[in-house]
């Protein structure tokens, strides 16, 4: 075929690095940016696959490494839906990633192509679309992914630039679509759609106070630009942390989870002061604007977490009242929409509880965004966040159009109906959005009359911990149960079953990280001296 002796001589540039075993995790392929060319090269051969495979479908690419430190860099493929790529394909890519020759590269290629039924001569042409963050190793990261589509001809590619991962996913679901029903599928149009629906939502209401933004000093930054310019006057957002070209600022000492690990201001937010009325509420984006924790300083200047789990309950407890208001039910009668709440095991224990006893079914499943999706889609109204700040609401599809035939028989359902209809245009559904999130939560705390204080008043968090264990080999550990037992090492879940025992209201398990080398704990009890204790323990036991 035409394009293998291109392909060979485009591959023989990007030899996989000596001694690295690569593996798409949840989050795509992970590590030092310096390590991933060919891993770059490989994914461009798969994205080809995978469009053909799809008929031609457009198919997303993605290069970040989200909140790891400014070295690491990574890439992940997205499903023409928008959403993470079929788990079935997570091994293709594995093997494609380790090939040690250019021979071999090929070949396993070929072999692939035969074994998923693709024909690689056939006319169905692929569709690319990509985009990369802020890391300084994305541009060779891209020369390399753009050497491996240069062997093959004919293809569609659209490369977007320096844009956030949601923004990427949002294209490549909107250009999927049909008619244009979920937007523009251009930057333009993403921007454009959310903040039409916002200035809807948010009526005579604004404008409403100014909204502090850190950006991690990643590609939130000029996106928090971009979304202000599209607002105009009615949420007046101030950055911080906006330093994209500063070396080695990339999530430190400021983002999402730097905030929600270490359960703090980052220092630069503390310095400059801005936080001093409890009122004044504040957000954190990570290094690609897909995860969002808010704040604020509460009595005595305390800092007081607003993370994934009380953004779920507060969003959950409002689309609950409005899916009421709406009486979508025969003849004006009330609710016939399930709005649900899907949670990891790292949920606190409070906002599970808190959202059961309002009668708000909560699904928990294990880590990474595709089984938290998948559960959401059960409902007509599927919340889900992780409590790291990663989440969305999927509206299913005969909800919404149960939604835009709805006949309201008042005025007040007539209103209910319309603000559901833009929410679902507020709320990126394709995957979990800082920005999209961010303006939800704006819109629901204007609608109640909230400032972070009510808002946080929901429930008190039980004190907990989140601890890193560097181990010999993490693949020893196998969990079930949503990740909360351990089946293996053999034995170690007695152990650590005894040790949550002693400890009151506690709670602790241990999984590896899809994402990091390292076993993650994490324990929760009542009070801080008996996490403290369970944390430590459990983090012994396992080493
Ligand atoms: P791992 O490394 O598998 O724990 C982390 C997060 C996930 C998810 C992924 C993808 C925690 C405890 N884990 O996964 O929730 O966000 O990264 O980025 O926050
Ligand atoms: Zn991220």
């Keep these: 075929a035409v394009f293998l002796s291109a392909l060979q001589k485009a591959a023989d540039a990007y030899p996989k690095p000596q001694g690295v075993k690569f593996s798409y995790g949840t989050a795509g392929f992970r590590t030092l940016g310096e390590r991933?060319?060919?891993?770059?090269?490989?994914?461009?051969?798969?994205?080809?696959?995978?469009?053909?495979?799809?008929?031609?479908?457009?198919?997303?690419?993605?290069?970040?490494?989200?909140?790891?430190?400014?070295?690491?860099?990574?890439?992940?493929?997205v499903d023409p839906s928008g959403e993470m790529l079929d788990p079935t394909w997570e091994s293709h890519a594995t093997l494609l990633a380790n090939c040690t020759s250019t021979e071999s590269l090929i070949t396993t290629f070929i072999d692939l192509?035969?074994?998923?039924?693709?024909?690689?001569?056939?006319?169905?042409?692929?569709?690319?679309?990509?985009?990369?963050?802020?890391?300084?190793s994305g541009k060779k990261l891209v020369e390399a992914f753009e050497a491996g589509l240069s062997a093959f001809?004919?293809?569609?590619?659209?490369?977007?630039?320096?844009?956030?991962?949601?923004?990427?996913?949002?294209?490549v679901r909107a250009t999927n679509a049909r008619d244009g029903e979920q937007g523009k599928p251009t930057v333009e149009g993403y921007y454009e759609r959310m903040a039409g629906a916002f200035k809807t939502l948010i009526g005579n209401r604004g404008p409403l106070p100014t909204l502090y933004v850190d950006c991690a000093?990643?590609?939130?930054?000029?996106?928090?630009?971009?979304?202000?310019?599209?607002?105009?006057?009615?949420?007046p957002l101030q950055a911080m942390n906006d330093?994209?070209?500063?070396?080695?600022?990339?999530?430190?000492?400021?983002?999402?989870?730097?905030?929600?690990?270490r359960q703090a201001l980052p220092p630069s937010v503390e310095d400059a002061g801005l936080l001093d009325k409890p009122d004044t509420r504040s957000c954190s984006l990570d290094g690609d604007a897909d995860r969002i924790i808010y704040y604020y300083l509460g009595e005595g200047g305390k800092f007081r977490l607003l993370d994934g789990?009380?953004?779920?309950?507060?969003?959950?407890?409002?689309?609950?009242?409005?899916?009421?208001?709406?009486?979508?039910?025969?003849?004006?009668?009330?609710?016939?929409?399930?709005?649900?709440?899907?949670?990891?095991a790292y949920a606190n224990g409070s906002s599970t509880k808190y959202l059961k006893g309002r009668g708000v079914p909560v699904t928990c499943v294990p880590t990474g965004v595709k089984h938290l999706h998948h559960a959401a889609q059960k409902y007509d109204i599927g919340v889900y966040f992780e409590a790291n700040g990663h989440g969305t609401v999927l509206f299913s599809p005969s909800f919404l159009s149960t939604l835009a035939v709805h006949e309201p028989t008042s005025p007040d359902s007539s209103t209910a109906t319309k603000q559901l209809l833009a929410l679902s245009q507020l709320i990126n559904q394709a995957v979990g959005d800082a920005l999209s999130d961010m303006l939800l939560v704006e819109v629901v705390l204007a609608h109640?009359?909230?400032?972070?204080?009510?808002?946080?008043?929901?429930?008190?968090?039980?004190?907990?911990?989140?601890?890193?264990?560097?181990?010999?080999?993490?693949?020893?550990?196998?969990?079930?149960?949503?990740?909360?037992?351990?089946?293996?090492?053999?034995?170690?879940?007695?152990?650590?079953?005894?040790?949550?025992?002693?400890?009151?209201?506690?709670?602790s398990f241990v999984r590896p990280s899809g994402t990091e080398d390292c076993v993650r704990v994490y324990a929760e009890a009542k009070t801080t001296a008996g996490v403290d204790t369970l944390a430590t323990t459990v983090s012994d036991l396992v080493k």
């Design 113 to 136: 192509a035969h074994h998923l039924r693709v024909e690689l001569d056939a006319c169905a042409p692929s569709s690319i679309i990509y985009a990369r963050d802020t890391r300084p």
């Design 243 to 261: 330093s994209t070209t500063t070396p080695g600022a990339l999530n430190s000492q400021c983002g999402a989870d730097y905030v929600k690990t």
């Design 309 to 344: 789990d009380k953004i779920a309950g507060l969003v959950a407890l409002f689309l609950m009242d409005l899916v009421k208001k709406a009486k979508l039910g025969q003849e004006g009668g009330e609710d016939t929409a399930e709005v649900g709440v899907v949670q990891t």
């Design 217 to 235: 000093n990643g590609v939130g930054a000029p996106a928090i630009s971009t979304l202000s310019s599209y607002l105009g006057t009615s949420l």
């Design 448 to 507: 109640r009359g909230w400032t972070a204080v009510e808002w946080d008043a929901a429930y008190e968090d039980l004190p907990n911990r989140l601890v890193k264990v560097e181990v010999a080999d993490r693949f020893l550990f196998e969990t079930t149960d949503a990740e909360r037992k351990l089946t293996s090492p053999a034995g170690l879940q007695a152990v650590l079953d005894e040790a949550v025992g002693k400890v009151e209201m506690g709670r």
């Design 36 to 77: 991933l060319p060919s891993v770059m090269f490989c994914c461009a051969l798969l994205a080809v696959l995978r469009s053909k495979k799809l008929g031609g479908a457009a198919i997303g690419v993605m290069i970040t490494a989200s909140h790891n430190p400014e070295q690491d860099n990574g890439v992940k493929l």
């Design 153 to 171: 001809q004919g293809l569609k590619v659209v490369d977007l630039g320096v844009h956030t991962t949601p923004v990427l996913h949002y294209v």
